[in-house]
């Protein structure tokens, strides 16, 4: 077990060359608005992210791709549910780079895929336990909103960490229930949040790349 932590570990910490520092998944816009402007509202947007949106559509994704590795399908849906064209870049390019990545250092051959569909794959190729990839999958992307409010608002570093602190028993309950889940149980309702990704496509001035 501390084996198969670890590799989730590496797989999944920010100096893994994925280049999610460059995401904020729409932030950006968002703190632009003004709507997330401190922990307060950074946390609850967060939180619905992952309760309501893309969090829990990957943790259930990424499970189905650890049960059928050689699902294309899985895939495709993936990439259809993109609601934008940079979080369909954001997925993608972040999953092409984690399956070369892991592939060129661990090994075997992995093929691309948006991110939370490759890292299904690569956790069932390697035996890792299906709930805690979701769970450190969905910390990391929580972690990595963070890092991106902790840059913009500017937020402090211990607020921050106050923010991904709170969010944990989420985390764990939202990994728990996608395991679980069926593709037929996908589904967002967090429209502000795909319109801030949309709108940050044309935003002219930005740091990030969605």
């Known amino acids: 077990m501390t084996e ?3 590799k989730l570990a590496t797989w999944l910490s920010p100096s893994y060359p994925v280049g999610a520092f ?8 968002a703190i632009g608005d003004g709507a997330i402007h401190d922990a307060e509202t950074l946390a609850a947007w ?5 309760e309501h949106g893309a969090g829990r559509t990957d943790a259930i994704l990424l499970a189905h791709a650890w049960r059928d590795p050689v699902d294309e399908q899985v895939a495709e849906l993936a990439r259809a549910l993109a609601p934008s064209s940079e979080r369909l870049l954001e997925a993608e390019a972040q999953g092409n ?10 090994g075997p051959d992995l093929p691309a895929a948006p991110y939370p569909v490759a890292i299904g794959r690569a956790a069932a190729q390697h035996g890792l ?15 990595n909103l963070v890092s991106a409010g902790i ?19 989420l985390i764990r309950r939202i990994a728990a229930e996608a395991i679980g889940a069926s593709l037929d149980d996908i589904g967002s309702a ?21």
């Open 129 to 143: 336990p299906l709930e805690d990839t979701a769970a450190l999958y969905l910390h990391a992307f929580a972690s």
């Open 22 to 29: 460059t995401y904020s998944h729409g932030f950006e816009a």
């Open 97 to 106: 780079a984690f399956a070369a990545t892991t592939a060129a250092a661990w």
């Open 4 to 6: 198969a932590l670890l």
């Open 46 to 50: 967060i939180a619905d992210t992952l």
């Open 190 to 210: 967090c429209f502000i949040g795909d319109i801030a990704a949309m709108r940050h496509e044309t935003q002219s001035v930005r740091l990030f790349r969605s």
């Open 151 to 169: 840059r913009l608002i500017p937020l402090g570093q211990t607020e921050g960490q106050g923010v991904v602190a709170r969010l944990a028993p």
